[in-house]
C-alpha cells in the first residue's frame, strides 16, 4: 500500500548541487562490521592520508557549499585520524556529522570528538547488521542498543543524535514501532532515518553498459537474497500512519527523472515524551532553510540540540503554519486538562524516508535531484551511494531495457 501524497502540497527543499545542506566525505574504506546488502566494499588499510582529505574538502568549499559534511565510510571511527579530520572540518566552520555503526565509539572518543568540534552523529543500526551480540534480532528488540548510544549522546551534551537503518521487506512492519519509539525519546534523539533497501537489477530486463560495452553486474550491490528492492518511500510511510494517522510530512525530494517522486520524505514534529503535539507544514519548513540562508550563506542540516528543546517557542509561528498551529492548539487543550505535562519542554524531532536510486522500464536512473550525499572522486562531485561503479568499472554505468524479441523472448 503507498500513501497517496501531491508534492505540489508539501515543501520542495531549496537543496541544488553547488548550495545543499551536506557532502559526504568518505575517508576510510575499513569497516568492522559485514551489513547485509552494504554497497561497499571493505578494505581494512585502505585509509585515506590526511592529506587527500584536506584536498577533497577543499574540493568541496570550492564547488559546493554546504552547513555540515557527513563522514562516513566504511566506519569512520576505524580512521586512525578522526579525531584530526573532524578537527579540520570544523575549523572550515561546516558542521562535522559521523555515519557510524558506533561499534567503535566510546564516551572517552567521544569527549575528544566534541572536543575537535564534533557537532553530532548518525548512528547505522537495524537488525541486519551481523552485529556481535545483537545477532537474529528484531528491529524491536535492537531498540535497546539504539537507546544504550541515545544516552550516550546525551551523556556527553550538546551533540545531535540521529540514528538510520535500512528497511527490507522482513522489517518494513517494524517500522511504526521504531517510530514510536523515537517519541518514547524525542528528548534525546533528534532524528530517525528510514531508508528503503536496494540491490542491482541483475536479470529484471535491464542490461549495465558503459562506453558502448555490456557489464555484467556481478560485483557491485547485486543481490537476491533480502526481497524486495523496490520499497517506495510512500510504502514506509504508508505504513506508519497505519498506526499513526496524523503522521504527515511536510517537506520532499524529487527524482532526476520523475518530478513527482517522493525520494526524501521530511516529517517534522513538536511533543513531549508523553504526546505528540503536531505535525509542522512546508511553511514552517521553507521558513527554517530559507531563514537560514539568510542568515548563513547555506541551507540548514542538522539543528542544535539546544535549538530543538525550544518546540513551544516553534508554536509562535502558528499564524504562518497551519500544522504549526495545529500542534499549539493541541498544546492549550492540554493545558487546560493537564498542566503539569503541557508546562514542560517540548521537543522538535525529524523523521526521514529516503528512497535511493530506482531503475525505471525504459533505463532511467531515478537518483536524487539535488543530492545532498555528493561526494569527491576525482575531484568530481558524485552519488556517495554508487561510488563502488567508478571505484570497480572506471566511471558510473548506464542501463537500457533488453529487447527480449532479440533473443527469442529468454
Not at 553498459?209 to 533480502?226: A, K, P, Q
Not at 513527482?260 to 516529517?267: G, M
Not at 562531485?381 to 527469442?408: A, H, K, M, N
Amino acid at each position: 500500500m503507498q500513501a497517496l501524497l501531491d508534492h505540489r502540497q508539501l515543501y520542495r527543499l531549496p537543496w541544488s548541487l553547488p548550495d545543499n545542506s551536506i557532502s559526504w566525505l568518505e575517508p576510510t574504506a575499513a569497516c568492522n562490521l559485514a551489513c547485509f546488502g552494504c554497497y561497499r566494499a571493505n578494505d581494512p588499510k585502505n585509509h585515506k592520508s590526511l592529506e587527500l582529505i584536506d584536498h577533497e574538502l577543499d574540493v568541496f568549499t570550492r564547488l559546493r557549499t554546504a552547513d555540515g559534511i557527513s563522514v562516513a565510510g566504511g566506519d569512520p571511527l576505524c580512521h586512525p585520524e578522526i579525531v584530526s579530520i573532524v578537527a579540520n572540518i570544523s575549523n572550515r566552520d561546516i558542521k562535522p556529522i559521523l555515519n557510524t555503526n558506533g561499534l567503535a565509539l566510546s564516551r572517552e572518543l567521544l569527549g575528544e570528538l566534541k572536543q575537535a568540534g564534533l557537532w553530532g552523529l548518525t548512528l547505522h543500526i537495524d537488525s541486519k547488521q551481523n552485529r556481535p551480540g545483537w545477532k537474529n534480532k528484531s528491529e524491536i528488540e535492537t531498540n535497546d542498543l539504539r537507546l544504550e548510544f541515545a544516552e550516550l549522546i546525551a551523556g556527553v551534551g550538546d551533540l545531535s543524535c540521529s540514528f538510520n537503518s535500512t528497511v527490507y521487506e522482513d522489517t518494513l512492519p517494524e517500522v511504526p514501532d521504531l517510530v514510536e519509539w523515537a517519541h518514547n525519546h524525542i528528548d534525546i534523539v533528534n532524528v530517525m532515518v528510514f531508508i528503503a533497501f536496494r540491490a542491482g537489477l541483475v536479470g529484471h530486463d535491464l542490461q549495465y553498459h558503459l562506453g558502448g560495452n555490456d557489464i555484467e553486474l556481478d560485483t557491485v550491490y547485486s543481490t537476491t537474497e533480502f526481497g524486495r528492492y523496490d520499497i517506495q518511500s510512500t510504502e514506509v510511510l504508508a505504513t506508519v500512519q497505519e498506526r499513526f494517522p496524523d503522521f504527515q510530512p511536510s517537506a520532499y525530494l524529487n527524482g532526476t527523472a520523475r518530478p513527482d517522486s517522493f525520494k526524501w520524505l521530511l516529517t517534522g514534529r513538536i511533543g513531549t515524551k508523553e504526546k505528540i503535539y503536531g505535525y509542522v507544514g512546508p511553511k514552517f519548513m521553507e521558513l527554517a532553510q530559507t531563514t537560514h540562508h539568510l542568515r548563513r550563506g547555506r541551507y540548514l542540516a542538522y539543528a542544535h540540540p539546544r535549538t530543538l528543546r525550544h518546540g513551544r517557542s516553534m508554536m509562535l509561528l502558528s499564524a504562518v503554519d497551519p500544522g504549526v498551529a495545529g500542534a499549539a492548539g493541541a498544546w492549550l487543550r492540554t493545558l487546560l486538562t493537564r498542566p503539569d505535562r503541557a508546562l514542560g519542554r517540548a521537543h522538535f524531532q525529524s523523521i526521514m524516508m529516503i528512497q535511493p536510486v530506482d531503475m525505471l522500464p525504459d533505463g532511467r536512473q531515478d537518483m536524487c535531484d539535488s543530492c545532498p550525499d555528493q561526494t569527491v572522486w576525482q575531484d568530481r562531485l558524485v552519488w556517495s551511494c554508487r561510488l563502488e561503479e567508478p571505484l570497480q568499472y572506471g566511471d558510473f554505468l548506464s542501463t537500457r531495457p533488453i529487447d527480449r524479441s532479440e533473443s527469442g523472448g529468454h
